[in-house]
């Protein structure tokens, strides 16, 4: 079956079955919107404040915290006097978890709605041979539809009737430049891009006027096309998603272990019970092994994670970077590509002139975007340069106000580069108003207007591509502003110019005007015998700050970034030559004709896509992640949506940007700014060391928790620490410095890091290593103290020895941590203001007649503190020797997982 731009239009009417100066009967038009439904894209569900705080409790960790709640509460009432008070505490942690996650994920995606710009918005039609206002959502196939300038097309439409009619389609396939279309029907499949006979939903009408008639509606659309991909692009976890839950794996794993251990020590090396019989027996070591596991799990772990990331989204929403999924948070530290859509991203998506040619020298302006701001620069004195700007006003149906482009973009860079000359343009057009035109058409492929002049007589203005406004021109003016006959050797000094601009990427119009007594009669006559001017050539030129962007990011950051466009190649290697984007330049048909497995083993070597299509983009981002690359995908349109969901990471720009790409997209960026990314790669890779270091630190105390236990089952048939002092110390003392560290800075020469240290598991082979050296000497430390307070005071002395020295060779680990990173001690205040009260928390306990009765402590004499002073110089000490021992140890090469000490030195 043929495609719409493959009929004519007698063919495409007499399928659709309507008439073109009638359009179709209310009634036909009721029937088929029957058929064909609403021209609407399917919205997806509201969001459900319900369904999102229940998505919080997914984390493998949570789910680690919800079974210890629940075995817990289980045994309180299995065992004689059992209380519910530890199932009670954790279910309150879990709940305090999904509440900080639910309440900043709620408020990003409000943020989202709020961005959202879905206004209603109206169609012109025929029917039944009247034109009507309807709702855009009414279109129906068949539908006779008027198009005008500044419109925004309502649906997939195929042209039967142009005049000078442009649209700019940069949000469905990239191209940067409004596309100029006709009714010519066409023999071939071509891409999107070169359907110059259809406009299609969503993009906007530039200039001229039309008539067409609807081929696709709602889903059926382009757009919607998209959207169907979008939502087929399975969610995956994010990167951190993916850690922490190895991580709570490996965190259960060990913890039913630990209770399998400590069930049979208890079963056949302590006496307790045994004199009651077996089944006592059995349900004494039941118990004492679960509550040793709910007691050594990190429960301010799962909190603090997300206390962490929470911190780091306000942060990053402080710098325009707006976070919609928590676990996102680090993501973009540890992406080692960047695909990058280039329009409207890279690029401002602001046509700007960058090159002229007049007197027969070529200059340059400065400034970028709809700004006039900006310098001429040539080499000698161009006398006509005044006439060039004036003749690009003149010649102009568009309009600039307060920076913005009413009209076509190019037209709009022309008044812009008049504006850095110090015309203006308002006070131009009224003192030679404009009294006829003769339209730019894709055959005449030129535009003039005739103007009257002050005093009484005409200006004839052209502007076009170079050989249609060339074939007019009898004359041009030389170096010194004179008009001198333009010879064969004249015509191609210009064409060479005309081509040096072209291989810059450059769009080239070429202008000529004539004055002239009478009013001219007719085309023929107002654009015979003109004069030729010069040339403006223009470019949707970079981002100002893209190009130090990209340096920091590949340079220092040692990412690599990708531009994938819907555009032209050589408009695409243009730009990327230009903003030092490297390697190889592949176009979509050339990926088109690549099986998968061809394409894969070329995709690191290509650094520039051209004239790709939604599917292509989400093809390249597979085949980069099946080479272990983390990949984030950064665009605007709807056609980059499928590629930012598919990729590890997807951000979506928030002001420019469709809100089909901002739905997709993990991260937003508020100001459109491609500079924000590196805000956001810092960002992450802070949070990234920031949620190692809490991790490691409470971690480390829980394995010490549990080797104690364990040690003092086995030699003193006892509990050295009870569950509710274990549960004292993993929630309250360690609790808050691990919050505190959870808000550290990150380190200043934290981009210098490459990214496969941020891919790394949050608990690396080298920190599992570190963990277990420091946990089991500080067991033996602590045992040794317990020894001795049991054998020369009391059990209560020993006790309330060991509860208080492990809050203290705690908070001596975490300093030891943090001295492995080069952050200023005082750049976080609140970790001393943590570490002060952790303490403060610990003396009320032991000097507080209530508290220490409930803890089952008391007051420690001196002896014991200086015990303890000793024993913390003593483990700071032999850590600092063993960190650089293991990394020679564990890793000779400077491995990526040594200390970040080894790392930045």
Known sequence: MKRWYQLSSDELLKQLSVAKDQGLSEEEASARAKQSGRNELHRGS??????????????????????????????????????????????????????????????????????????????????????????????????IVILEAGQKVPADIRLIEVSGLACNEASLTGESLPVNKNTDRLDQDVPLGDQKCMVFAGTFLTSGSGLGVVAGTGQHTEIGKIADLVSGVENEDTPMQKKLDDLGRKLGYFIAIICAVVFFIVLFFVREGNDKGLIHHLIFAFTAAVALAVAAIPEGLAFVVRISLALGARRMAGKNALVRKLSAVEALGSTDIICSDKTGTLTKGEMTVRALYVNSQEGSVSGSGYEMKGEFSFKSQAPGLQHLLEVGVLCNNSTVREGVVLGDPTEGSLIVSAGKGRIDAAALTTNYPRIQEFPFSSERKRMSTVHKAPKGEYIVAAKGALEMVLERCSEYYDKNGHAKPLTEAVKQEIWNMNERFSAQALRVLAFASKQTKLQPKNEPDAEKGLTFIGLQAMMDPPREEVIEVIHRVQS????????????????????????????????????GKLSQEEFEKRAETIGVYARVDPEHKIRIVQALKKHGHQVAMTGDGVNDAPAIKAADIGIAMGITGTDVSKEAADLILLDDQFLTIINAIEEGRGIFDNVRKFVNFLISCNIAEVITVVLGIIFFNDLILTAAQLLFINIVTDGLPAVALGSDPAQANILSSKPKRFQEAIVSSRVWAEIFIFGTIMSVFLTGQYWYNHTHESRIAAVSAAFTAMVVYEIVRLVDIRTDYK?????????????????????????????????????????????????SVVLFVFMKIMNPILDKLIYKEHSLEATPEALNG
């Open 46 to 143: 509201k969001l459900n404040p319900f369904k999102l705080f229940l998505n919080q409790f997914k984390d493998a960790l949570i789910v680690v915290l919800i079974i210890a709640a629940t075995v817990s509460f289980g045994l309180a009432f299995v065992e004689e006097g059992g209380s519910v008070k530890e199932s009670l505490l954790i279910i309150a942690i879990v709940v305090a978890i999904a509440l900080v996650g639910f309440f900043n994920e709620y408020k990003a995606e409000k943020t989202v709605e709020a961005l959202s710009k879905l206004v209603g918005f109206k169609a012109r039609v025929r029917r039944s041979g009247e034109v009507k206002e309807i709702d855009a959502a009414e279109l129906v196939p068949g539908d």
């Open 556 to 591: 220092e950051a040692g990412m690599k970034v990708i531009m994938i466009t819907g555009d032209y190649i050589e408009t695409a290697k243009a730009v990327a030559k230009e903003i030092g984007i490297t390697g190889d330049a592949i176009s979509g048909t050339e990926l």
């Open 823 to 871: 952050i200023r001690w005082f750049a976080n205040p609140w970790l001393s203001v943590a570490i002060v009260s952790s303490l403060a928390l610990q003396l009320a306990v032991l000097y507080t007649p209530g508290l220490a009765g409930y803890f089952e402590v008391g007051p420690l004499n001196a002896h014991d503190w200086s015990i303890m002073i000793t024993g």
